[in-house]
């Protein structure tokens, strides 16, 4: 025991012996730099604090409709110093928020933001698709085709095309839609299985269609729906491109028939054909089975293009960091320049320009993290 208790006062000692490594930090102000060379925070700081009443007495903002939005190129760093390129026009963007007192709006960048308002704008236009189908229905349903019938009218659906765009479930689209219908009609319109389009008075389809420079690929409705129909009598899917999946009786395919819905499904896999960030549009359409004749369309908006509003930047401010370094027996001298500028987009003038500089010297070269 006696043992035990004297190698515990022993380690105990020794712990007390040994000095734990502790740095000392020292807080100093942020315009204070011991270090020497290149750029420091006090230059930052100035640089912000400088140009900010200049860029507010410019004419073009100055007497500008408020508020003149501006837009911030990438930052760039010509010089030998690894820094944040993006330091000086965070801090100067602060400060004309802070005392241009509404005058200026900057365009965000921040990656993080951009993600976040995609979000947002996400669940506000899920919102805003199911009030307009709700419209479309109470259109559909208020239509002569639908109030002047004696019988209840028969409608069968055709799936919406999706020419040219992806992330669109047609499927989810074309069943809210019916289900809205049926609900404004109150019993004046019935939906034949999925699948089936014997019997109808009319066909329910439509396509979505983005609006994109790119060559669009064109698809006849007509063709389209001969196609669908030909599939359907031959018991396969009502899908093109899909395998068979009804077994029943059924009539040889047309090699016209067979011909279309090769060029159909060519066009609807066409990668060319496919754009993502764009406005997309779906045009409903109610069609007579016979003669192909559509008797009711109309065009609702069901996603909207995510911008980042540059066409609204009256203004564009970008910065430009270079540096000029000499070394003579261990010594060095750092002379950097940070230079900005004022664009108009539209003339593409030099509306407003200066520069910060600073020279320093010190004894060994400055690398910014």
């Excluded at 330091?87 to 965000?108: A, S």
């Excluded at 063709?223 to 029943?248: A, N």
Aim: proline residues 4%; negative net charge; contains cysteine.
């Amino acid at each position: 025991m006696k043992r035990i208790v004297w190698l515990a006062a022993g380690l105990m000692a020794f712990a007390g012996c040994v000095s734990p490594d502790v740095t000392t930090t020292t807080r100093i102000d942020v315009d204070d730099d011991k270090l020497e060379g290149g750029i420091t925070s006090a230059d930052i700081r100035t640089i912000a604090s400088r140009m900010c009443p200049e860029i507010l007495s410019v004419p073009e903002v100055a007497q500008g409709v408020p508020p003149v939005r501006i837009k911030i190129a990438d930052v760039k760093n010509s010089s030998q110093f690894f820094i944040d390129k993006e330091i000086f026009t965070k801090k100067l963007r602060m400060e004309l928020n802070k005392f241009g007192r509404g005058q200026v709006r900057f365009l965000d960048k921040n990656e993080n933001n951009q993600a976040a308002r995609a979000q947002v704008l996400k669940d506000r236009e899920e919102e805003t698709v199911r009030a307009e189908l709700k419209a479309l229905a109470q259109s559909i349903a208020a239509s002569p085709l639908v109030q002047q019938a004696q019988e209840p009218v028969k409608m069968a659906v055709i799936p919406v095309l999706n020419t040219n765009l992806v992330n669109m479930n047609a499927d989810s689209f074309s069943a809210m839609l019916r289900s809205e219908i049926v609900e404004a009609a109150g019993g004046k319109v019935q939906f034949l299985m999925p699948g089936h389009t014997e019997g109808a008075d009319y066909l329910l389809t439509g396509q979505f269609y983005p609006e994109s420079l790119k060559q669009e690929g064109v698809i006849n409705m007509a063709d389209y729906i001969e196609v669908v129909e030909e599939r359907l009598r031959d018991g396969k899917s009502l899908y093109i491109g899909e395998t068979q999946t009804v077994v029943m009786p059924s009539t040889v395919s047309t090699t016209k028939g067979a011909t279309k819905e090769s060029a159909i499904l060519k066009m609807l896999n066409d990668p060319e054909m496919r754009v993502s960030n764009t406005n997309k549009r779906l045009n409903v359409m109610i069609v007579k089975p016979e003669s192909k004749l559509s008797v009711y369309e109309k065009t609702v908006m069901l996603e909207k293009r995510i911008s980042d509003n540059s066409g609204k930047a009256a203004l564009i401010l970008s910065c430009e960091i270079s540096s000029l370094t000499q070394q003579v027996n261990g010594k060095s001298s750092d002379y950097v320049l940070v230079g900005l500028t004022l664009v108009d987009p539209d003339s593409n003038d030099v509306i407003w320009e200066d520069s910060y500089e600073v020279k320093r010297v010190s004894q060994a070269g400055v690398v910014y993290r």
